[in-house]
């Protein structure tokens, strides 16, 4: 219809197999629009991807989707070029990025791309929905940046499911800036900060040996969950001091 303007839609997908000689294949590696993986270097049996944004986004009125695999015995690590920044659009409504991801019985994912940025007048709701088989591994990296510098926040959403061999892990949701529910700026929420993250460590050695939970800074904490997987929390002014808490948690993980 004349004067209608929709938002862009875009699917990436990435499956990662055993390839029988000691190392992991990518069947599977594709992309729309302005989500283009790309095979880089591998290191020993580690199968590596870098996510590049091929145009602005995500818009208001953009839907994103991403979906990677790890299948049985796979290796693979994930991370993207740049910073995504939620921006607004001409199309009416928020935009949506979608991100699934599953690792089977004796693969590992390490899922680690750079930071989000809401940017004021933006909308943007994540949903990052996890499923993993026994035995799978798992690091789960997400930042995000409550405005540029010196700019107020656009709103943004975010949900993070894990289910572990079918039974919920970890469910939790945030909600930040204008039209977010009161409170998310106060002491109880952010404390003032601008830039938060987490870290998903899921071993199955954790079952046996769970880590201790310990404060690793004023607004950082590592905390065991009902299962073989560690949470860090972390909040901080800037995203460089966020990601270097979650950077000493994961080397003291091992």
């Known amino acids: 219809m004349d004067g209608v303007t929709t938002g862009v839609r875009a699917i990436a997908r990435i499956v990662a197999r055993d390839d029988g000689r000691g190392g992991t294949s990518l069947p599977v590696l594709t992309g729309e629009g302005p989500l283009s993986p790309r095979r880089t270097r591998s290191s020993g049996d580690e199968a590596r991807v870098v996510l590049v944004g091929a145009m602005s986004g995500p818009l208001g009125g953009d839907h994103f989707t991403v979906e990677a695999e790890a299948a049985t015995g796979a290796r693979l690590q994930v991370r993207s070029a740049a910073a995504t920044i939620a921006l607004p659009g001409q199309a009416a409504g928020g935009a949506r990025y979608d991100l699934r991801l599953r690792v089977e019985d004796g693969a ?57 061999d079918g039974q919920q892990l970890l469910d939790q949701e945030v909600a930040c800036g204008p039209g977010a529910p009161g409170g998310w700026d106060g002491p109880a929420v952010l404390a003032g900060c601008r830039a938060l993250g987490q870290l998903l460590v899921i071993r199955p050695e954790f079952g046996p040996s769970p880590v201790g939970a310990r404060m690793l800074g004023e607004y950082a904490s590592l905390v065991p969950l009902a299962g073989p997987a560690v949470l860090v929390t972390a909040l901080a002014p800037d995203a460089r001091q966020v990601r270097r808490l979650l950077d000493v948690a994961l080397r003291d993980l091992g």
């Not at 007048?121 to 940046?145: K, M, N």
């Not at 405005?147 to 949900?159: A, C, D, T, V």
């Open 108 to 164: 590992e994912l390490h899922w680690l791309p750079e930071q989000l940025i809401s940017v004021r007048g933006s909308e943007l709701y994540v949903t990052s929905r996890v499923d993993l088989a026994p035995g799978a591994r798992l690091v789960f990296r997400e930042e995000q940046v409550l405005g540029r510098f010196g700019e107020e926040p656009g709103l943004l959403g975010s949900r993070l499911t894990v289910r572990l």
